[in-house]
């Protein structure tokens, strides 16, 4: 039998006695000079340090590091270290000199924008974009800012008289708005108190029919359900329009306008003839889940009832249920949230024990904040909450009514 041997290497010293290295020393800069790559060893092949590569990277426009591992670049051209960029955001867009005025009232209640305030301020933009208009907003209480809603400039009534329910005073801010600007059209979400009211108001005072529940608007046409919601009505588009909800896409985090603050125009108030004596105490429960501001959610994961019962009393919040759960009959059939129940714009929504099928995220894609408490770290709903808790629903409940009650007792 024939064998071959391969060739011993030879030794790297004279006497035999192979050199000892030292890694300390090989990743020193002196050693590893500005490349990042040190002498060769006592084997031929060259050392990296990751460490200085990584310090002398170039940072692409989209925030990765870019490293040359070929090299072929120079000490000269090598950057230095560099910082991560960040994204300074959208380029805020400012219109100086606009043709034409577009004013959106938004309803904004405690300072803040609805779902429905924000396609409202859609459509607005629509209108303005297309032949170089700007859009102006008209708000009586302070709260978020409006540019990154799509408005370029910002009227605040700060005036006590337009606090709480005030559709007289409101409506002739509203008014004296009209005549400072002369806009093209004025929009107001329509809702059943705020928009809908001081829309139709100011219509009667400039003597304009409005176009109500529009849900679909160009410059050309406005269209508004009518009849029961039976039927569509089309007619060029009048100064006052009423907007329903979801009539467009609100402005995408992209874009951003100014928001440029403007003096209110000085408002003639008499005595209100509408005395308001603020909101009366109703029963969470008797809420409809589409008009709730706060609901409390209930899935499969929910076995302690009395606790979940006793935390929406606590949090004055309207109850709710996935599909599972109202099968069972553990809630009424009008308490299912999702595509096949309620479809809800609640402000808030906590979810104790639920899953999150698909259904059930469509039901609250328009709901602002999503709180989700559940044992599955890859559940959908936790994926899709704002804030996630991985802890037992049976235990989180008792603890929150627990730290609610000593709050009230506290005060």
């Known amino acids: 039998m024939r064998v071959r041997r391969r060739a011993r290497r030879p030794l790297a010293h004279a006497n035999g006695v192979r050199p000892r290295r030292d890694p300390r020393a090989e990743r020193e800069p002196d050693a590893v000079a500005s490349s990042g790559v040190a002498d060769p060893g006592p084997t031929g092949h060259r050392r990296r340090d990751p460490r200085t590569i990584r310090r002398q990277a170039a940072i692409s426009a989209a925030g990765r590091l870019r490293i040359d591992r070929s090299g072929r670049q120079s000490d000269a051209a090598r950057p230095g270290p560099t910082a991560m960029a960040t994204d300074p955001g959208p380029a805020i867009t400012r219109i100086e000199a606009p043709d034409f005025w577009i004013v959106v009232v938004p309803d904004y209640e405690e300072g803040r924008l609805s779902a429905h305030d924000r396609d409202v301020f859609g459509a607005a933009r629509k209108l303005a974009d297309r ?17 990154a809603a799509g ?25 004296a708005v009209e005549v400072e600007f002369a806009p ?37 046409e406005a269209v508004g359900r009518g009849d029961g919601a039976r039927s569509d009505y089309a007619r060029t588009p009048p100064r006052v329009l009423l907007m329903a909800a979801e009539c467009e896409e609100p402005v995408g985090p992209d874009r951003r306008h100014e928001g440029r603050p403007v003096e209110a125009p000085n408002v003639a108030v008499g005595e209100p003839a509408i005395d308001d004596g603020g909101l009366l105490p109703i029963d969470p429960g008797s809420v409809p889940l589409a008009e709730a501001d706060f609901v409390i959610s209930a899935g499969n994961g929910v076995t302690d009832w009395q606790s979940f ?26 308490r299912q949230v999702g595509a096949s129940g309620t479809l809800i714009e609640a402000r808030c929504y906590l979810a104790f024990g639920i899953s999150g099928a698909p259904q059930h995220l469509q039901g609250i894609a328009r709901c602002e904040k999503v709180v989700a408490v559940n044992t599955d770290l890859h559940a959908e709903m936790v994926k899709r ?9 049976q235990k989180v409940m008792p603890a929150l009514t627990r730290l609610l009650e000593a709050e009230a007792r506290d005060t």
């Not at 909450?385 to 629903?393: F, T």
């Open 309 to 334: 019962h006793a935390l929406a009393t606590a949090l004055g919040a309207a109850e709710g249920g996935s599909r599972v759960v109202c099968d069972a009959g553990l809630l009424p059939r009008e």
């Open 184 to 220: 093209r059209h004025l929009l107001f979400p329509d809702t059943l108190i705020a928009g809908g009211d001081i829309g139709r108001r100011v219509a009667a005072a400039l003597n304009s029919p409005p176009a109500t529940r529009v849900h679909r608007l160009r410059p050309e």
């Open 385 to 393: 909450g704002d804030l996630s808790a991985i802890k037992d629903a």
């Open 151 to 175: 408005a370029d400039r910002v009227i605040h009534f700060d005036d006590p008289v337009y606090a709480g329910y005030a559709p007289e005073a409101r409506a002739a801010a509203v008014g």
């Open 131 to 147: 032949d170089g208009g700007a859009v102006v907003a008209v708000v009586y209480e302070q709260g978020e800012a409006l540019g």
